[in-house]
């Protein structure tokens, strides 16, 4: 098992209720992830997943509950917090108009990367999502696959020591999604943390070393994913786990 | 600097979307040039310059030409007499008024002078015998475009006036001069018979009647606030910084849409997870959208120096402070960009802030004296004019460039100008503190 020092974000009955809302969107969460593992977050459309991490990312108030990341809270001591970790989020954010390289010099300042390294950064953040063919194009000319990958590299820039990446291959053909996978792998090979959310249970069992699943803002079961089919028993994969623990109904977003 | 970065790639944003661009540095322009031209003749004529009207004498007599001299000579009217070259009658005077060639025609009737003259004797003879008598009157006939407003109008009714009071003033005298002496006679010898004596009319002392003419009272025109309205602006004078206030306020629509866009799309949400301070994000768009408005002022100051001027326009004089003039346009574009910013962050959506940021400015741009000038306007109208930051951009432009003024007398609009920038700026960053802060 892991020792506490290994612990590198961990959260402790987080609680977020948007304001207007009846119930809250994230209710209880506790988890805590390892230092250089990859973390699943789980759970069908509405769980409260981008609600978890946008709290871990300074950008949402927890109306309770408290988030530490590498010793830092994530509410009281956010500025510290925010030069140390990586977003992709759930939409493409990038200036359309821009072309892919100046969408990466941009961010790459604003993530404050020495200007003496700005340049081999962005070329190492092409490479990886192998988009350094197309860099000088605009980002509105791209496929969906690449923009994802795109969203991707921007991320990565600045060498954070935990990436949080919300449903990154939503909506993508196969290849750009595979590619991405692959490059997770071998961020954490590099030794980064990956938080990661998804839907996808394939692409979990695949990638991540421990996942939680949620649902109803609530975590309804958490552990490795290979741990967890086993103890489930009459499941083959984490998918029929997931729809068991879940339910078949639709989950369609009102939001 | 990080600011820097920021203002970069506004600057680059911007750069892509040349659409805008063209409706910021042409829409003003555009604006300036149509309405300067229509303004031009409405400004001469309120403006103090001459007006034009055509001049037809049908008079054989010298008063005629004597009244023709007097309305020369009062300035406030030029005349015209003759139309490609030929001597124009009643009929000619009013088709051109009619076809809208001319705003004005004077038509002096025939037989003023024996008319006036006789009249004049009639008056003057009867007030001498204390006899009521009703002097026959004669006519000038003032033919008017309909088009012509009303302030217009009698301003010229006015210096016509002017001109019969003084003509009817100098004949009586003249009767008066002739035929005081013949009354006198007449009367003496009425009294006493063949005993009067007959070269009385000699030693009488003369009188003369230069004096008719010698204006003893002057209006000294003085308004209320001296220095506001003493000399007005050329029409050129007005329209440019007017039209150039609104063109530079519409970079409320680019700016607030650029921070609108971001929050749609995400970008703003990276950014704050980014250690990049709210500052230099909300900073950087405010400079970079400052830089447009300097270069839009920039271009607008050559129109009026050298485009407008083609189209027959007065060339536009800068007065003679372009320090304070630059510190004008400085400070009116940091209260546009302020406002931008703040639209920006209040508006819920694009359209939200477009509807919202246009109709604002136009509202701001009218109380302000963009439209129609403030001196024009009524008196409670002028009051509120003060609330506009248009309205007072164009005050500090129209005192640099028609009152001379300096740096210190625009101080008070510079510093409202300034206020209201720091006023929407605090409100905006306070408010995207919040939003930063994820509340
Ligand atoms: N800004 C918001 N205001 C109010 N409710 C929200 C907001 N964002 C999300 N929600 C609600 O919170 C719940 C969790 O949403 P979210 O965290 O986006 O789920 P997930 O990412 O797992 O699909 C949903 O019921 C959603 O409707
Ligand atoms: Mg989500």
Redesign the interface.
């Known amino acids: 098992m892991r020792s506490d020092n290994d612990i590198i974000l961990s959260t402790d009955h987080l609680v977020k209720t948007y304001r207007g809302a009846t119930s809250p969107a994230v209710d209880g969460v506790t988890l805590s992830v390892g230092k250089g593992s990859i973390f699943g977050l789980l759970g069908p459309n509405g769980a409260g997943k981008t609600t978890t991490i946008?709290?871990l990312?300074?950008?949402?108030?927890p109306s309770a509950g408290k988030a530490t990341l590498l010793g830092h809270d994530v509410v009281r001591d956010?500025?510290a917090v925010?030069?140390k970790?990586g977003?992709v989020?759930q939409?493409?954010?990038?200036?359309?108009?821009?072309t892919a390289r100046?969408n990466l010099y941009?961010?790459a300042?604003?993530?404050?990367v020495p200007k003496s390294l700005i340049e081999s950064r962005i070329n190492e953040s092409l490479q990886l999502v192998e988009l350094t063919e197309c860099a000088d194009q605009?980002v509105s000319t791209f496929s969906g696959g690449m923009k994802r990958r795109c969203n991707l590299a921007?991320a990565i820039l600045h060498h954070p020591e935990i990436l949080f990446l919300d449903e990154p291959t939503v909506g993508i053909d196969t290849q750009s999604r595979n590619l991405i996978l692959e490059r997770l792998t071998e961020l954490k090979q590099q030794g980064m943390t990956l938080v990661y959310t998804t839907h996808y249970m394939e692409e979990a069992q695949q990638i991540c070393d421990d996942v939680v699943i949620i649902d109803g803002g609530r975590v309804i079961a958490s552990g490795e994913p290979r741990q967890l089919v086993a103890e489930a028993g009459g499941c083959d994969n984490l998918e029929e786990l997931f729809l068991v623990l879940t339910g078949k109904q639709l989950r369609d977003r009102t939001e | 600097m990080?600011l820097l970065?920021n203002i970069?790639?506004e600057l680059?944003?911007l750069s892509?979307?040349r659409v805008s661009l063209l409706v910021l540095f042409v829409m003003p322009m555009v604006l300036v040039l149509i309405l300067s031209l229509i303004q031009d003749d409405l400004f001469r004529a309120t403006g103090g310059a001459a007006t034009t009207a055509l001049f037809v004498n049908l008079d054989e007599g010298e008063l005629g030409h004597e009244f023709e001299k007097s309305l020369q000579d009062n300035g406030a009217l030029e005349l015209v007499k003759s139309l490609s070259g030929k001597e124009i009658d009643s009929a000619a005077a009013r088709k051109s008024v009619f076809n809208g060639e001319y705003q004005f025609a004077i038509i002096v009737p025939a037989g003023f002078s024996a008319t006036i003259n006789q009249s004049a004797e009639d008056a003057v003879r009867g007030a001498l015998r204390d006899e009521k008598v009703i002097p026959r009157s004669s006519r000038i006939t003032v033919i008017f475009d309909p088009a012509v407003r009303g302030v217009y109008r009698s301003a010229v009714l006015n210096a016509l006036q002017l001109g019969v009071v003084g003509l009817e003033l100098s004949r009586k005298g003249a009767v008066f001069e002739k035929l005081l002496p013949e009354e006198l006679q007449r009367n003496i010898e009425a009294q006493m018979g063949s005993y009067a004596p007959t070269d009385l009319a000699d030693q009488l002392p003369r009188i003369s009647f230069d004096w008719t003419n010698q204006s003893l009272i002057s209006l000294d025109e003085e308004l209320a606030s001296p220095k506001k309205y003493a000399t007005l602006p050329t029409s050129v004078q007005q329209n440019v910084p007017a039209w150039t206030l609104f063109g530079m306020f519409f970079i409320v629509i680019p700016l607030a849409g650029t921070l609108i866009r971001e929050r749609q799309?995400?970008?703003l949400?990276?950014?704050?997870?980014?250690?990049?301070s709210n500052g230099s994000l909300l900073l950087g768009k405010v400079s970079a959208h400052l830089l447009i408005c300097l270069i839009q002022f920039g271009l607008m100051i050559m129109v009026g120096r050298f485009i407008l001027p083609l189209f027959g326009t007065p060339v536009l004089e800068l007065g003679s402070d372009p320090l304070a003039l630059l510190l004008v346009a400085v400070s009116a574009a940091l209260a546009a960009c302020g406002f931008g910013i703040l639209v920006g962050v209040v508006a819920r959506s694009y359209d939200q802030a477009a509807i919202f940021g246009s109709v604002s400015i136009v509202i701001a741009g009218a109380l302000g004296g963009v439209m129609v000038p403030v001196y024009v306007m009524p008196r409670f109208m002028q009051k509120i004019s003060v609330l506009s930051p248009l309205g007072w951009g164009l005050d500090a432009f129209l005192d640099i460039f028609v009152r001379d003024g300096r740096i210190s007398s625009v101080l008070p609009q510079v510093a409202a100008l300034w206020t209201f920038f720091l006023v929407c700026l605090a409100v905006a960053l306070i408010v995207f503190r919040r939003w930063r802060?994820?509340?």
């Open positions: 946008s709290i990312c300074t950008l949402l108030q956010a500025a925010r030069g970790i977003l989020p939409d493409i954010a990038l200036y359309g108009s821009l100046e941009y961010f300042r604003m993530l404050r605009r921007v | 990080l970065a970069k790639k680059l944003l892509r979307d799309e995400g970008t949400t990276r950014l704050m997870t980014m250690p990049v802060q994820g509340y």
